[in-house]
Each structure stands twice: as C-alpha cells, then as structure tokens.
C-alpha cells in the first residue's frame, strides 16, 4: 500500500480521536470551571464572614457628652483604626476545618468517562501514562492548561485568592481544589517540574505556593491534540530520511540490523535508555543501518551532531530532558554524529559533554563514532559498520545495469569502494550516463561507451573529498612519452597490470579470504630531481583512468598533537573510496626513519611514523612514494612496498629519445640537432625545461612568422640557462653553434 492509501486508510481513526479527545478536554475543563466557581463562592463567603466578625459590636444608649472641638493626642490613630478594617486574610492551603468544594453536577464527570473509553486514550490521561503524572498532578496541569483554553480560568482562580490581581493558577489553589492533595507535587524530582510540565514563576521572597504557574506551550498542544516535535529542539536536530518502502539492505549490513534490532527487543523492560555504539569509517552505510533500524521499530530517527551539544551543564540537562520527554510522547530515536570527534580529548570537549548528554537521555540513541567513544552508559549493543563488500557492489552495479554491459559491473566494483548511497546517486544521473551510451552502434560500442560514462560520473562523485588535503594533477603524459631503461620499464606496467586485476586475483581467485592486510599496491619511486618520477606517475594515471593526488605535505603535517594523523587518515579514507592514486612527493619528509626517544617530539613523530605503517599497510588502493634519498626512507616501509622503481640518471641514448620527442607537433622547429644536445648531462627535467625556454625565446623573436623557430643557437642559449641554474660549471665550446650557409639561407 503507498502512503496516500495508509494515510487516507488511517485518516477517519485520527478523526474519531481528535473528536474523542476534544469531547474529554472540554468535559475536564468544564468540570474544572465548576470547581473553580465553587471555591470563588466558598472564599467570598469566607470573607464576608471574616469582615463581619471583626465589625465592632454596636453601644450602649449612653448620655452622650457636650461636643467637645478638643482632641486627645491619640484620638487621630483610633479614629483611622476603628474607620480601616484589617484585610480579611486568604487561606493558602486546605485545612481540615476548611469548607469542603462540592461539585454541583456530575454530568462533565459522566462526559469524561464515556470519552476516556476506547484506544488510545484521550491526550491528557496518555500524557499521565507516559509520565508517570499522579491524579494530583494531573489536575495541577490541567489546571495550567485551563489558564491557556479557558478565558474564564483566570478571573475565576482571582476570586480563590480573594484578589483580583492574582489572576494566576498556584499551588495553593490547586491545593484546595482539588481530591487528595499532595505537597510533594511540586518537588524538582517530581513529573512535574522534572519534565518541564509547568514553569514557576517566583519573583523576589514570593512563597513557593503563591507563585504563578504556567503549563509549557509544548504540553498545551500536546493536550489540544496536536502533537509535534518541541520547538526548542527543532533547530538542533534534522530529520534523516527514512529508507524507501521495499528496500532491503546488503546482507552484511542486514545482519547488523537484525542483531541491533534483536538486542533492542530483548532488552530488560525495567530499562528506560537503549544506548547502540555504531563504529566504522563510512558514514552513510552507518546511516542506513540506523535508520534500517528505526524503521523497523517504527521510530523517526533525528540527527544531532555533537558539536551542538551546550557547554553549560544545566542546559546540557534541560536538552536531555526535552529530548527524553520527546521520546515519550512521539515515536522518535536520536542519532548522535560523532564521527569526527577526538575520542581521547580533554574534560571540556565535545566527547566529554556527550559522554554527560548520553548518560542523561531516555529512549533510544545511536551514537556514531569513528573507533568507538567510552561513554559512560554501557551500550546495549555495539557494531561495526562498514561498507557493502565488493561482491555486494558488484551485485549493486549489476542490478542497475542490466544485462546492457554485463563486465561494467566487475569493473567499477573492483576500482571503487562505494556505499550504496553513492552508488545510487551516481545512478541517479540516468540522464547523462544514456546521453553518452545513445550513439553507440553494436553491444561492444554499448558497453564501451557505458563504461566510460560510469566510471566518469564515480570519479567525479568521489573527487571533492581529497581538494582540501592533496593537489590534483591533470595527468596527460602517456607510456610513449616516458622514457627509462626496459626493466623500469616492465616494473610499471606491472604495477597497472595488478591495479587491474585486483577484483580477479582478490575475489574470483579467493586471495581476499586469507588476507587481512597488504590489499593494496605501493610502489616506491626513488631517483634524482628530474628522472621522471611524476610523470611516471601521471602515466599511470592515465593509462589507469584514475584521478592522480600529489599530497600536499604543508596541509596534512600540523603541530598539533593528532592532527596529523588525523589529516593522514582523511587523505587515505576518501583515496579508498574514490580509487585516487596517491603521490607522496618529496616522501622522505613523512616516511623518515623512526628516531630514539629523547624527549616528547620525537615520542609523537615516531608516532606519525608508525601511523603511517599501519595506514600504508590496510590501503587498499595505488600508493606511490617518491623520493631522491631512498637511504632517508624508514626501513619498516621499504618492507612493506610492493614494488621499488629506480629512475636512473639518463645516458645519451635515453637523452636522445628524450629530445626527439621533447616538442609538441604544433611547435615551429629549425634544424635540431639530437646527437649534440643529448651529449648535455641532464635530466628529463632539464630538458623539458630547455626546450620550454626556447620556445619562449623564440616567439618573442621579431622577425617574420615564417622564421619564428626553435633553433640551435636558442636551445644552446637554454641550455647555458639551464647550467647556470643548476650551478655548474659552462664550458662554451660546448654552447658555441656554428651556422652552415645551408641553414643561414
């Protein structure tokens, strides 16, 4: 059944209630009126006979005296007390000689009856059931209520008092209202006050029982009808949305909500909190547990993150208690984000007020953390979360898919370690992904182009999270461009061979059953500045049609103690997820070798290192290291690399073959001789940067377009640039060009 048809199908049960509950609430303060108008006429009465009582008797018939314009010294004082009586004084609370308030009719008391028959019950008793109210208690509140619906209600508990300006419910009326009166009605621990029923308004030296008493507006709706979440916490909490009718979740993340959901309902009756630790690096699979969860337990669940719990501690208590009394009187459970927090930080810090919050809260409440947070309520129930596996996302892709492109699937599964949220999202862009599969002309066509059109959108969705850490390079350089020696060479391409066959060698061939670490591939770089190392590394980029991240050193090291660490792990977490290629330039910065121990900066760099070793080791996608001191490097990480690449300095041959294919197709180029410059030691590097000066120089030339070229005499002019930079010695025999007639004509 859609929702329309369940709302329409539950609308008229909703109705019958609302006129059931109207017909109970109008009854009540019916009832009430009657008792209020009682009590008025009792404490009227009261005081007409208290004024009669203090009236002096009438005189004896005495002679009276000759008038006399003589005054005593005192006759002013006795005139103005025997003119002035004294105020008749209001009784606060009942005593037992006090009048008994009947009620006149018992017809509202018969309406209450026939209204409270049926389920649920009407308002005002559920809200007694669910919080514990005593029948005093219950008539105090319906007392404040009235004050709010009943326009009558406050000239009426004026005439109790016995003063018109005391237009305001109290305790003290309440106590001579009302059946079997209780003092401890308004103690701090009682229903009441405890859940912020009434607020009391005591000014100055006021007496606790003469004070005004107002019903809190969220408690008013909640007893009209009309029930919603409290305004005050509104702002505080958002709303997850719960999962679509019909959806079942991966079965690795289904097993998890049926023991948390098996937990929850074997759980001791006596127990009022429900604590559930979820712990695991991806949260929208943590979300989709949870919210998988409520659902079953048909509760709405609401996200709070942590950093919006109040450091001061009453009002970190009054947010517990509103929330718990939302738990009581909504089906609500409450989803505490704190993935980010530092669960080893200081007494001040969101990690302790949470620790305080949970310890206070009712009701259900998952709490989301990275590696699990010591609370000081034990969870029922503890899991750990993780992603779908790779067959699962396989199985994902391939639903979707269909049979259009049944080796997509494989392919973007083994790559990218998506949640399911990401993998549909990125479905969501239908549209896109058949724009680019419409023109294709055969199935092979199809799925080439779906391919392509798929694993663009998962790049694009996984990129954001690395900008902040790492730099994007734009990886243009192909394997025709790079030049080394054969077995550099062959050790490349085995490492995008292994970036390829991971899923094949892993799953299909059962490798990942039996390893815990060491799924990934790391391959260090090691040669001087300028022998290729990065555009090695853009090579595989581009061959592997992966985004390629240099890591930016200034943004990940801190000084803080644990930002590092903490910087390191965002960097290799969203690498994992979006298949990026790391490359760690300049590597020997972080990977060093571990120090002795003299004092506490060398105990936390050693530390970063070890972080470093364990993260390293548990990376499942391409690492890449580079370095120009290999010797600086750790030995812990050089045992842990798959694959160890030198970049040799180049010899003539290779230097040849490097400026044979130094310039672009587009470049105007004279008569270039290869064998001279490749007898130049430099690096690729260097060459790359020879010919980018001359090609500068050469445009700038002011002659015809026609001779705007690269020539000679300009890359010699480079080059002697180049040496100066690199501070060597030049030797002009080697830069002096010396134009043939051929070449000056």
């Known amino acids: 059944m859609n929702p329309a048809a369940v709302h329409s199908a539950l609308r008229p049960e909703a109705e019958s209630w609302q006129a059931r509950n109207a017909e109970y609430l109008g009854a009540a303060l019916a009832a009430l009126r009657q008792r209020l108008q009682a009590a008025a006429n009792i404490s009227r009465a009261m005081a007409s ?20 314009n003589e005054r005593g010294p005192l006759s002013f004082f006795w005139r103005r007390a025997s003119a002035e009586p004294a105020a008749a004084p209001v009784p606060l609370l ?41 029948e005093f208690d219950r008539d105090i509140l319906l007392l404040c209520v009235a004050m709010e619906l009943d326009p009558a209600t406050a000239s009426l508990c ?12 109290t305790f003290a009326a309440a106590m001579n209202l009302f059946d079997r009166p209780e003092w401890e009605a308004v103690s701090p621990e009682r229903p009441l006050r405890y859940w912020r029923l009434i607020d009391i308004n005591q000014p100055g030296a006021r007496p606790l029982t003469a004070s005004a008493l107002r019903a809190d507006e969220r408690i008013v709706n909640y007893v009209k009808g009309l029930n919603y979440l409290d305004d005050r916490l509104a702002p505080l909490v958002l709303r997850m949305a719960p999962p679509p009718q019909g959806r079942t979740l991966p079965r690795s993340q289904e097993a998890a909500v049926d023991a948390m959901t098996q937990a929850l309902r074997t759980a001791p009756s006596s127990s009022t909190t429900a604590v559930v630790a979820l712990r695991g690096s991806d949260r929208p699979s943590k979300h989709e547990v949870a919210g998988a969860a409520a659902a079953r337990l048909g509760l709405s669940l609401y996200r709070l993150p942590v950093d919006a719990l109040p450091s001061q501690a009453a009002e970190l208590e009054t947010l517990a208690r ?10 609500l459970a409450l989803y505490i984000d704190a993935h980010e927090v530092d669960a080893h930080a200081g007494a001040d810090s969101p990690v302790h007020r949470l620790g305080r919050f949970v310890a206070r809260l009712g009701g259900l409440v998952f709490v989301d953390s990275r590696e699990g947070i010591d609370l000081t309520v034990e969870p029922l129930v503890a899991l750990d979360v993780a992603k779908p596996t790779t067959a699962e996302q396989q199985q994902a892709w391939a639903d979707a898919i269909g049979d259009r492109a049944p080796a997509v699937a494989p392919l973007l599964a083994a790559q990218f370690d998506l949640s399911r ?71 490349l391409k085995q490492i995008a061979g292994q970036v390829r066959t991971r899923s094949r060698v892993y799953d299909e061939w059962g490798f990942r059953a039996r390893m815990t670490r060491g799924l990934g591939v790391s391959a260090l770089f090691a040669g001087d500045s300028g022998t290729g190392k990065t555009m090695a590394a853009e090579v595989l980029a581009n061959d592997l049609k992966l985004d390629l991240y240099r890591i930016d050193l ?42 002795e121990v003299k004092d506490s900066h060398d105990r936390y760099a050693n530390i970063e290192v070890d972080y470093l070793l364990q993260r390293m080791e548990s990376f499942a996608g391409l690492a890449i290291l580079a370095t120009n001191i290999k010797s600086a490097l750790d030995p812990a990480f050089v045992r842990r690399l798959r694959f160890i690449v030198t970049f040799p300095y180049p010899g003539p041959a290779e230097r040849r073959r490097m400026w044979e294919g130094v310039f672009p197709e587009g470049t105007p180029l004279g008569k270039i001789d290869h064998e001279r410059l490749a007898r130049l030691h430099l690096t690729g590097g260097n060459i790359q940067s020879m010919a980018l000066t001359a090609a500068f120089m050469a445009a700038q030339l002011d002659v015809n377009k ?31 060009w010396v134009e043939t007639a051929g070449e000056r004509a």
């Open 421 to 491: 949220p990401d993998i549909e999202a990125i479905l969501k862009s239908a549209p896109a992904v058949q724009t680019g599969v419409e023109g294709a002309a055969d199935a092979a066509a199809l799925e080439a182009a779906l391919e392509a059109a798929l694993w663009d959108a998962c790049r694009a969705r996984t990129r954001p999270a690395l900008s902040r850490l790492a730099e994007k390079i734009d990886a243009r350089a192909t394997w025709k461009q790079l030049v080394l020696p054969p077995s550099e060479l062959a050790l």
């Open 49 to 68: 006979s208290q004024r009669a009582a203090q009236e002096p008797p009438p005189p004896e018939q005495e002679p009276s005296p000759a008038p006399s």
């Open 322 to 331: 509103l929330w718990t009394r939302e738990s009581l009187l909504l089906p």
């Open 706 to 736: 026609e001779d705007r070229r690269v020539t000679m005499p300009l890359l010699l002019d480079a080059g002697r640039m180049e040496f100066r930079k690199l501070d060597r010695p030049v030797n002009e025999a080697d830069f002096r």
């Open 94 to 134: 009942a005593s037992p000689s006090s009048p008994t308030i009947e009620v006149p009719s018992d017809d509202p008391v018969r309406r209450m009856a026939a209204a409270s028959e049926g389920d649920p019950p009407p308002a005002l008793l559920m809200l007694a059931r669910r919080l514990g109210l005593s």
């Open 554 to 595: 200034s943004a990940v090291v801190s000084k803080y103690i644990g930002e590092t660490e903490k910087n390191l792990r965002e960097v290799f977490d969203a690498a994992e997820r979006g298949g990026a290629i790391l490359l760690f330039d300049e590597a020997d910065a972080l990977f060093g070798k571990r120090s």
């Open 158 to 169: 004026a005439s109790v008092h016995g003063q018109p300006d005391r237009d305001y419910a």
